[in-house]
């Protein structure tokens, strides 16, 4: 038996294969796979699909109607307040998207749902309640009606606007458009008693205590007058505030004394002046003027009498002339003085009555303003108490136009379209329910796939073997259905025996010197084509003219001579040789009609492991290797078996049968897990059994060869 080659690819020098990774198949998907898989399931998919879209159809169908009314406001910012006295609202220090954010939650908050029901008495309202499906003979919470009016309704904020709608969903037309404006109309309510209560709260208490005060100022006046008037006293307003004993000034008899006084100094003081005039002979203006105009033709004429006596004699007729004109003017000059004279006596009896008089006068005023002096106490403690209520009157109302004027701001919040009664319903909608049912369908017929295809650790694609199990692909070979499989093997024409002839053509370049020797074929589990791959291999080799010896090495459960319809003698076998009796070429039968010779099992051991176990299989191996170019050992399955494992010893590699669509990944890794601590050499793999779920995937019964045989293709075709 020649050694001298290893095999090109051997378990151990490999690096670790994709399915030993989770997390590298989890991030290396394969959508091509997804695909296949959904092609081989496209029927079962196209039920789930047509499924969802019935769905939809009886969904539609049974559903009650719904109709939405909308109503939308506008949501303007918070501005300053701009009157004069001090503002009682605040600017928001929240930025413009924080602000609309919090009125949109504000919409939907349970406090404002609570507004509604109580403003629109919604607990007791029997077409709401049918609306919504409750009860109205039963009690209902109000946190369970706040509950479903939270779950109908809807607030939808326009983009690039401060316009908000406020949608509300219900079976009946009329209750939806109610619900949509009570909404909007309770949210712009609470929204002013929010910013402007406290003003309003204000102005209520003012507006009480106004008209109380009101009330107390009228009573108070009415008091002052009635006293007044009982006493008889006249005020005489004086333009400056008083009080206590000095009310009495302000009446009228105060009044009148005073300008009594101020007569009585005139008149003392004008007839002081009359008498001292009268005293000094002093003379009007008047009088004074024609005195001195006398006096002064008077020396006018005596300086014209002494010129001209001067040249003139006494009895000149102009000195007699000038003398009698002299003495008229004195006559007249004396006239005056005693006329002036007279004046001045008249003007000072007439100031000393007028003083009298008004000394007689002021003497009984002043005995009324006495006693008048006691009343006006009175009468100031009165005044003071309606000029104390008439100050804080003024003060509250002043107060009170400054609130009105503070809290009489413009809402920021105003309803711009009131909800009208919705003309159709919105729901249920076939079209949309289609397309829900169809989209669930697609979901669900995705999920089936994923599932099928990440719970399905089966062979599908052949390149699984090389990925995932890092071995080489020798052959692949398709299932063959509804005909006679020695039949097919024997055919050379057909597709099973032109896929063994392709997998004995790639063993040949296994090692420098051709196809190894002396090989086991083994499998995971049973019924995976090991032995069909073994009689087909033998077949192929035969064929090319070697002499070629095919051994039954699964001693529990041999199977290789029915398989071939060959009768064999059980105590001549591999168990036989093993013990220790018989030959090898009595042993080996010849098998005519496919052209190599057999070694079959033999009789059944109690003990297969301890057979196989030591050097004797060994040594038959290399001692059928001295008669024959080929040996092919059918091994038992590895999983459960040390069987194959000891078989490997015997020969130089391992040629895998790996089932498509059905041999899981996992159990063959920890199968060639096991050949690998074995040390067994793993020459590559036969995937067997394909079909058109394969077929996807290109590998038909073209096995990527060329050999252009597809699914469905005739004989006349191939």
Do not use: C
């Amino acid at each position: 038996m020649s050694k001298d080659t290893g095999p090109v690819r051997v378990l151990s020098e490999h690096n670790e294969p994709d399915g030993g990774n989770p997390s590298v198949s989890l991030l290396q998907i394969d959508f091509e796979r997804f695909w296949i898989q959904a092609l081989n399931l496209k029927y079962w998919l196209l039920g789930i699909v047509v499924i969802g879209l019935l769905i939809g159809l009886i969904v539609t169908l049974l559903s009650t109607s719904l109709y939405r009314a909308t109503a939308r406001v506008e949501i303007s910012l918070v501005r300053q307040n701009v009157v004069s006295s001090q503002p009682l609202e605040v600017e928001s220090r929240f930025s413009e998207q924080q602000y609309y954010d919090t009125q949109f939650e504000l919409l939907q908050s349970r406090s404002l749902v609570n507004r509604v029901i109580a403003s629109g008495n919604l607990a007791r309202d029997e077409e709401l309640l049918a609306a919504i499906g409750l009860d109205p003979s039963q009690e209902i919470t109000e946190r369970t009606l706040g509950t479903i009016l939270l779950g109908n309704v809807q607030i939808n904020p326009l983009d690039r606007t401060s316009l908000v709608d406020i949608s509300y969903s219900s079976a009946s037309r009329e209750v939806s458009a109610r619900i949509a404006n009570l909404w909007a109309n309770e949210y712009i309510a609470a929204n002013y008693q929010k910013r402007f209560g406290a003003n309003i709260e204000a102005r209520d208490f003012l507006e009480g205590q106004i008209a109380e005060l009101r009330d107390k100022l009228a009573i108070t006046e009415r008091e002052l007058v009635d006293y007044a008037n009982a006493n008889e006293l006249v005020i005489i307003d004086t333009g400056r505030e008083s009080g206590g004993s000095d009310a009495a000034s302000q009446t009228l008899v105060g009044a009148e004394l005073a300008a009594l006084n101020t007569a009585l100094a005139t008149a003392t003081t004008e007839r002081i002046q009359a008498e001292s005039a009268l005293n000094a002979g002093s003379t009007g203006e008047t009088g004074a003027a024609s005195a001195a105009a006398l006096r002064g033709r008077l020396a006018e004429e005596q300086a014209e009498l002494a010129e001209l006596r001067s040249k003139f004699g006494p009895e000149y007729p102009e000195i007699k002339a000038k003398l009698a004109e002299i003495s008229a003017l004195q006559e007249a000059l004396n006239v005056e003085s005693s006329i002036d004279n007279g004046a001045l006596q008249a003007a000072y009896r007439k100031a000393l009555l007028q003083e009298r008089a008004l000394r007689t006068k002021l003497a009984d005023v002043k005995g009324s303003f006495l006693g008048q002096q006691g009343q006006g106490i009175q009468y100031g403690i009165l005044k003071r108490e309606v000029d104390t209520n008439r100050e804080l009157y003024d003060a509250l109302l002043q107060r009170y136009k400054e609130l009105e004027a503070a809290g009489a701001g413009k809402n920021n919040v105003t309803l711009v379209d009131a909800a009208s009664t919705p003309l159709k319903a919105y729901s249920p909608s076939l079209l949309v329910n289609l397309f829900v049912g169809l989209g669930a369908g697609l979901l669900a017929a995705a999920a089936v796939v994923y599932l099928r295809e990440t719970m399905d650790r089966t062979v599908r694609d052949p390149n699984d073997v090389r990925n995932k199990l890092g071995i080489v692909p020798l052959g692949l070979i398709p299932r063959v259905q509804g005909a006679d499989i020695v039949d097919e093997l024997l055919r050379r024409s057909s597709e099973v025996s032109e896929a063994y002839t392709a997998a004995r053509t790639n063993m040949t370049f296994l090692t420098a010197t051709g196809a190894p020797r002396a090989l086991m074929l083994t499998s995971t589990r049973p019924n995976e084509g090991k032995t069909l791959s073994g009689v087909a291999l033998a077949r192929s080799f035969a064929q090319l003219g070697k002499k070629v010896l095919l051994v039954d090495a699964d001693l529990r459960h041999s199977g290789i001579s029915d398989f071939i319809g060959l009768a064999t003698d059980p105590g001549k076998g591999l168990s036989t040789l093993l013990s220790g009796g018989g030959t090898l070429a009595e042993a080996a039968v010849w098998v005519e009609e496919h052209g190599f010779d057999l070694l079959p099992a033999g009789h059944r051991p109690p003990n297969p492991v301890e057979l196989l176990s030591g050097s004797k299989l060994k040594e038959i191996v290399d001692m059928a290797l001295d008669t024959y170019d080929q040996v092919i050992v059918d091994g038992a399955p590895v999983l459960g078996l040390a069987d194959a494992l000891e078989v490997s010893r015997a020969v130089e590699g391992v040629v895998y049968i790996v089932e498509s669509n059905g041999a899981n990944i996992r159990a063959v890794q920890t199968a060639l897990g096991r050949l690998a601590t074995a040390n067994a050499t793993i020459f590559g793999a036969v995937v067997t059994k394909l079909d058109q779920r394969n077929a996807a995937y290109g590998y038909g019964y073209g096995y990527g060869y060329g050999y252009g045989y597809g699914y469905g293709d005739t004989p006349e075709e191939e």
